[in-house]
């Protein structure tokens, strides 16, 4: 079993388009932690079967 099997993956096309539901700014992904992080406010979101969970909680 590969090592990157259970890695979360974020296609870069979705990541050039996808904002931040809070501030819309542009959102990076976080590799260590496996999720995606708004470049202003810092508020992280998970990511679930491939897909970005942006609610605003």
Known sequence: M???QNK???NP???QILV???DKK???YN???ETLS???CKKEYQIKNEIPILLNN
Do not use: F, S, V
């Open 38 to 40: 708004c470049l202003e």
């Open 13 to 15: 096309d979705l990541l």
């Open 2 to 4: 590969k090592d990157n």
């Open 26 to 28: 542009k959102l990076a």
């Open 31 to 33: 590799k260590e932690k």
């Open 8 to 10: 979360k993956y974020i």
């Open 20 to 22: 931040c539901p809070i």
